[in-house]
């Protein structure tokens, strides 16, 4: 089996662009622990639902970047291509 430099390059891009994408799995577990919360304080104090929905949602969005950050980097390895 002759594996050129070029077949090498496209093979380790593709195993980082796999591992890229598991970044994705800390920004949903931490989503579903922010959403439980939420809904647990909701019930607990439902006057302050607006506050508490708005609050989870600006650290929901913010937790989301991780994982389009890890996205954006598995597509620029897939469809970049670094040997001209």
Not at 13 to 24: F, M
Not at 38 to 43: D, F, H, L, S
């Amino acid at each position: 089996m002759d594996i050129t430099g070029q077949d090498l390059i496209r093979a380790c891009s593709a195993i980082g662009a796999g591992l890229a994408v598991i970044a994705g799995i800390g920004p949903g577990i931490g989503q579903g622990i922010a959403a439980g919360h939420g809904a647990a304080a909701v019930g607990r104090n439902p006057g302050a639902r607006g506050q508490i929905m708005s609050t989870m949602l600006l650290g929901q969005a913010v937790a989301e970047t991780t994982g389009l950050y890890g996205l954006l980097v598995a597509m620029l390895l897939l469809f970049v291509k670094p040997l001209g």
